[in-house]
């Protein structure tokens, strides 16, 4: 024993030794918190009123895996208890179930659908380190003492749930008596009581040798003797004083008193203080209510006594009396005296009248009013916080719950009412939290005597952090500002406006002033949301770890508040979690459970033995706690949160992916799930099936359904994604009978993450009624649900309800609610469980069901909405379909008109030998004819006099036209030789000429049919300048002659076999009517429509299939679209050509009479001749109808009945309605996509036919029929077998016709228009003017060009006008301070300009008047021009390891930044300071010393004024706010971001200016040299990128437009040119190689402009889906640009140029070629004697001054410097500065090529365009195209009188007789010998036969029964001109005869004959 004693004072202190035979391990006791152990002389001094926390550790002779043993005894040295097992409070359920299948007894037993069984509690494994092992070797690696405690652990666990006594140790010792740490509850000193204990500790080695300590617990006593009351008992809150007194209390040690302490109780349970003080009399203000109020009255030591001073009811005052009490003043006079308490226990009493006080009730007033309370009640909550953070002191526990009670009281009201929420604005949120961070902190440092010593505090502090979070959460979350208090909206004028543009890609910009004034109030407060959210984290974060240094291991804290906030806090060894263990936390049964072999340490420590001592904090939230991100809208409304936290040694674990799944259930309010919807089944709207749908807005999400029938038995759930399920097409099929029921009495059925599959958009369920005899059970592999009966009707009521759910989780580095990882096991509608590999907050979010969709599943009547698409496109074809019939129909009463035959006017009633004539005038543009024409047609037997073709009733011989006319003549003509066609030219203007294409003269006795092929112009000015042709009659090879063959059919294809053309080109003569071609389209159009949708149906069956066999489904892209609509189109052709046959072959019900015989009978009628047998009869007389088989007639083609047509339109009309109705019905199982892909498939399907497979086809069967088929019949009309025949039997006359008379032969004998010398002077000026306007025309055709041209190329004034701002705002040239050119030369000063100039004009500043920049985010400061994405820095490095220091050097210089060179940059990853290694954490994540490569900057080379760089590099992203980019470039400033080796930086950004439709391209370069400084250049381009919306840009528009198509005209027309010519031709010329320049530059600016709009769709794209905040770069673009302004410009230059060539017409402008082409050879010689005496001097200027005069710094410089001095530009004192020779050269250089050279080349240029003059100037000009103008404008304006030449030839009708007698004398020979082979031998004597006299006699008697004299006579005489005047044909008679013939016709106004088939 040893005793220390100074004066008075001493100490005892005593060993007892015990020797033992080995070193002992020696044990230490302390105190885990010193504050509260004073050590005296006997012990340490302990409090008896609280509990002891101890701690051990071994100082020496220490071991592993030691056991530890406490034992406490009294004074007499009694062992109180024995109990040596650990045991843990109650706080935390250790699952003792060692099974995998725990089950989930809060979630019932619903059923489950999923693709994988899901067990909750599986077999983990652990991954230590990268390796896999199982528990069973997790356990082997655990040392044998730890296997120990755990079993003695859990046979404590054990045992404690059946034995009562271990549940009372358990609260006396609650670490128990074996762990390193040990509590004492204060409940064992006054169990146990005496005034002295001692405490030993034992520690044991593995191999016995045991260590022990001794521990004195002195007992301090507690004060005694006294009293407390309280004076009044009633009174009124904030207005009564009330009087504590506490009297005749003493402390029995003699220490003496500390403080008094009272409060009352919240909740029954949690202290609330009132005030704490020294003094035993205190006054106090209360808060409104009854409280009992208590006194803890402590020594100085701590101990205390609790006594209950009384009750004190409290009221609320009136109105007048609180407004009477100025609470402000007193508020200022006790902060004025620092009375913190005081203050405290006032803004209570205040906080509690406003929330009970009437007249601060919202309700009742108006909105004005309101507003007006709510901004009151908001500055005095405000002020109230303020207050306390002013003057209050947290510096004791007391204090701390006092300001904790009046935060709460403050805030506590957002969780009230809605209105509540907004009297707590910004600015309160952020003083509470401040002043509750300020609280944590200073708990840190106190001495806390019980960890439940804090729950009062944590109480207030939990309660607050709730409230501010649901306050927040309704502003937020709401989608205007009507949730945020008035105050906020009141102080948004003064807020700082960000015009930053974030990470948010979804940034939206509004409209007007007051909608930005409203969303920069939301923007800022989710901005401000977020910062107090973060910090409220922090602060929880902050409050665990403290708590975790205030508790001891096995010690538990748990605290519920009012609100709903629910938080655990408990220290264990991991040792404890090894079974699983379940975390209960709330009182909704919100868990956490834990899987086996949980290690948190796993993975943060090295070779972790997994037992360390850890902290685990549990929080329910009752609201969603980070509201701000825009993935809350995912969360339920009534989720609680759930966070879970694990802390050791003052860090907390980040756990993922380190463990096995961690199993969470999170409950919801029910209440805030829409209620079920019940279908009543008698609503007529309610068939066989009823549906309901669900959209599903997230991967991740779960489906939970809840159904309820009385009537269930037959019910069957249908269901299926994006389409509504059917009978025979479904995924889910499930009777009601088979769903697990709950306790309510709903069945429930879960549909989890792997039954939905990612899979997002809408859900459909159908619910129907089976037959009672259908008793086969289907499930989700049901193949097809006909085999059940359905019911036509439900059978009862029932109740729906579908609820989406998913499992989230707050992801801090995205700051997003998340799903990754996580998986919902299942759910219902008070709790969601989920699985998750990680800890961090947790919470459930769902979506309903809108409302049900009831009907039939086959009649389907889907809403528009849903399938807009199908029903407009079904509409809008069925529409035009209706109208083109209607159309069609009345133009083909049209075309009746058309059909018809028009007798020709000079037709002879007594002629009965009819031809019909058909005239097919050509295709050119001024192919119309309107001059007088007259024909002769010639035969083998005679020839017809001069006839007119003439149609006095309608235009005939128009563009294209087709005219048929009869002719009649007295007799046959035979077979046809020669049609002599000659006009009079007598048309008006251009319809003088007449193109003809060919005339095909027909038979119509016979039916032969003959055609003359023409192909050329009737005119005096058009090929061969004749208006009289002769044509002969086309033999076998023309008729099938390629070409005519082919433009024939080709022509004919277009008219009337293209499907879509032909509607509105039909032939009149086709029996293919409009309406019929209408009907096809239609038809084609509907089948389409259906083969489609069959396509679309196979593919959705072919994409489930392939999902069910784990295959990539088929993607609907683009191009499948295409491909089905290519299928579609060749499985529609089929059935339409059927039709198509069918239609044009069906012959009509009556065959009308010949149009011909009906028009020449029609003219007989009107021309006065009634007599029957004067009309023209279809069999002569003595024959019979039946004899007219055996005639001649034309054989057309194979036609089909009449009614073949009445079939194929019940087929149209069948097809048009059954694909309506087909389309319509399976509709019902389309989804968007499909429908999406029908609908393009339709639109290929039909553009692909109508601009591709027709055309196609129209030419391939042109070339084919011209080819190979070779049609003889090619001008045949339906018309021509429709009508009956015109066969007309042949008179005995005709049989035996008279041979023609002799010559002359009219045909070629007849003067007509052969002589046109009179039209000479006209032919020749109609050819000259006709060249004049081609002339002309091209002239005015290539000034339009050139003017589109110039138009395209044109470029925006306005871009000088940007470009010279962006110059003043970045570059500010001429500045005295910031001038970037001249001003800024080293690093520091480009540091300075970056965070000056750059920023400010980077992002715009408030206007002149102080008023914040609203709108104008994302602008410069300049206000007008909008940042396209955000600006961004590129440094360009050189490779450190690329530069070598010279060898002679290397001891000197160690190392070299290296010259520039895009191969030499760097493109490595550093570290700030640009080192390979960390020097501070986090170093080496710093994005800008990271490379990024040209690919992800989408950027390419640029070349500067020193050189050229690639497009990466290092780059620092300037957005966000400006005081971050600032902050961020100090950063870099400060870590040497530029430094040596640092070559360019270049700030980059795109700008759009909307006024003037202009992008800015900037860069501003900075070029670090490696001699030292800087140099600085910029480039700034304006770009009109986009077209413009003003008519100007329209018109612009359409020049480009025009542009395209006037270059592919000139491409086809300069082909054929070169086609036609030969290419060796062709490129002789030099304007052909100009014209082949000009295109090619044309078509390599229309790709570029191509590939420039397609790339600003991108853009635009990028800009519209980021909102103009996503990174974007417009240099590709504008590079686009560039190179296709060069092109126009050669294209320009080229086609100005070509000016010249359309000028030669002029001798004169050739002048400048003949004198190039004159003095070339001397200019070549000239040119090298020039570059050699240029260059020469060029390289001596370039070494005199290349130190001096940057403009000779290298050649290229030189030389353009040469030519400026050339031109008198240079600097000549800086030149005699640089060297003494410079005045020298100059002046040798002067002269010799400013004064010699120049002028020699000038000479020879004059000498050579004088001789050219000279030669040009006798030579006329080939068109005088001036005079033609002016003589055209003066007889326009009526100053000259035309000169009238002749324009009319009057045909001459005589026969021209110019041959010689000996030449006569032949021709009448033979025409002699001629007719005496028809007079004697009837035509059949071959001339040509040698011996014809035995050729004849041996044809028998034939020629002499037919002889006879008198016909040869008569026709001998004819021949001699000795015929009576009766006997032989007068010209001028027959002549006359017609002329009165055409009279009589005109008179009596005949026309054609309109007789058609009928349809």
Known sequence: MVMAQKKDRYALASLNINLVTYKPPIPKIQCADEGLCRPTFEGILISPSLRLALRSTCIAECADNMTITWRLTDSQGQLITSLEEETLTPIIEVSLNSTSTTELPSLGNMTTLSGLRLNYFPEILTTIDGYTVTEESFEENLSLSSTVEMISYMDMVKSSMTSSTSGNLTALFPTGLSSSDLAISSEVFSKYPCNKYLLYLTLETADKRKGETTLSLIINKSPTGGNCSLNPDKGLALISSFELTCDNWADPDGVGMGQYSFYTFEDESVKKTIVASRNSHVTVVLPVGDM??????????????????????????????????????LISKLNAMGDGQMTGMVLAAQASIREQGDWFSLEGLSEEEEDNRLRSLAKMNTQALKNVENTMSLVTLQHLNIAGSVISSTVDGVSGTKGAAKTVDMEARETAIVIMDKMIGNVDQMSVPA?????????????????????????????NIDNVPPTDVDAAMDWEYSVALTDD??????NTKEEMLQKNVM??????????????????????????????????????????????IQQ???????????????????????????????????????????????????????????????????????????????????????TGPITVIIPRIPETLPPPKVVDASHPLVARISYHQVVVEHPDAALYIEMSSDVDDNLVLLMDYDRMPTPSKFELCERFVNISINEAGIRELFLDNDFINGRMGRFFFGVASINASSSRHKRSVVSDATDYEFEENLPGNYSFRVITTGCYYFNQKTNEWDTQGLKVLSANSNHTVCWSPRLGSFAAGYAHTPNNITFDYYHAPQSYNDYATLYSTVAITLAVSVILLVWARFKDRKDIEKRGATPLPDNLPEDKYLYEIVVFTGSASEASCQSNIEFILSGEEDETEIRILADYEREVFARHGVDTFVMAVPRPLGSLYYLRLWHDNSGPGIYSSWQVAFVSVRDLQTGVETSFIANRWIAIDRDDQQIDVILKAAQEDDRKNFGHLYGVVKQLGIKDRHIWFSIFSRPPRSRYTRKRRAAVCATYLFISMVLSVLCYVILEEMQDQAIKDEQDPIEFGIMMKMMIGLVVMGATYPPVLVLIFVFRRSRPRLRPEARSIAAINAQRKMSGVEHPSSMIQPFSKGHKESDSESLPRSVGPYVLPWWCALIAWFFVIGIIAGSIFFVYSRSVIFNSTSMS?????????????????????????????AYCCKPQNIDADDIDYDEKAPVLFMDEEWLHPRPRGPPPRLVHDIIGNRDISDLKELSDKLVQERAMKLILRDLAFYFVFLGILWVVSSINPNAIYMVQNFRNAFIKEGDPIWDYKNKVTNSDLYWRWLKTVMLDELRTRRWYNGEPPYGLRGFLDDKVNRIMGYAILRQIRLDKNKCSVPYSMQENVEWCSGIRGIELEDSRDYCAHWKDTEDFEGACKTPEFRYKTPEELDAFAKSGRLGSYSGGGYVVELKGATSAIKKNLDFLHRHDWIDSHTRAILLEFSVYN????????????????????????????????????SAYGYFKLLCMVSFGVLTVIFVLRETWRCYKLGPSTYFK???????????????ITILLYILRFVTMLTVQDQFSKTYGNGYIRLEYAAALDDNCLIFLAFVVFFSLLKIIKLLQFNRRMDILGFTLGKCWNDLKIFFVAFGIFFFTFVMIFHRMFILEMEEFSDMLSAAQMGFAMMLGKFRFEEMARSTPLSPIVFFVFSFAISVVLINIMLTIIIMAFTEVKNELSNLPNQYDILDYLITKFRLLAGLEKPVVLQKVSKPCHSVKNNKAPVDQFNDKMGDLIKHISNAYFFGQLDLGELNPKKKYYARGRAFSSTYNPALFSDQFDIIFGQTPQSQYWDQDDVKSRRIRGTQQGNQHGYKRSNIVASD
């Open 1629 to 1643: 010329s030099n304007w052909n190689i100009a014209e082949v320049c000009i295109l090619s530059a044309s078509i």
């Open 572 to 658: 264990i060894t991991e040792k404890v979690l090894r079974p699983g263990m379940i975390l209960s936390v709330g009182s909704d049964s919100g868990e956490i459970r834990m899987p086996k072999l949980f290690c948190p340490t796993l993975g943060i420590y090295n070779n972790s033995t997994c037992d360390h001592i850890i902290s685990i904090t549990v929080i329910q939230w009752p609201t969603i706690t980070h509201s701000y991100p825009d993935s809350a809208k995912h969360l339920s409304p009534g989720t609680r949160v759930i966070d879970m936290m694990v802390t050791t040694k003052g860090q907390t674990l980040d756990i993922e992916n380190k």
């Open 505 to 510: 890609l979804s940034q939206e910009i509004p």
């Open 292 to 329: 009992n109020i208590y006194c803890d009255i402590s020594d100085i030591d701590g101990t205390f006594t609790e006594y209950h001073v009384g009750l004190a009811k409290v009221t609320v005052p009136s109105k007048e009396q609180y407004e009477g009490h100025d609470v402000d003043a």
């Open 1237 to 1265: 892909g029908w609908c393009h498939s339709f639109i290929t399907a039909f553009l692909a036919s109508f601009l591709v497979i027709e055309n196609l086809m129209v030419v391939v069967r042109a070339v084919f029929f």
């Open 523 to 568: 923007d800022t407060t989710k901005l401000k949301a977020k910062e107090q959210i973060k910090q409220m984290m922090k602060v929880v974060e902050k409050l665990s770890l403290t708590l975790e240094k205030k508790i001891v291991k096995g010690e538990a804290l748990h605290v519920d508040t009012a609100n709903g906030v629910s938080y655990a």
């Open 1554 to 1589: 909307t006024n003037v439709n202009l992008f800015g391209i900037c860069t501003i370069r900075a070029e670090f040299h490696p001699g030292g400084g800087i140099r600085t250049s910029w480039r700034f381009d304006a770009k009109e990128l986009l077209p413009d919306n």
């Open 451 to 479: 960890p439940q010593d804090l729950t009062p505090f944590l109480f207030s502090t939990l309660s607050s952090m709730a409230s501010i979070m649901e306050g927040i959460k309704l502003i937020v979350m709401g989608d």
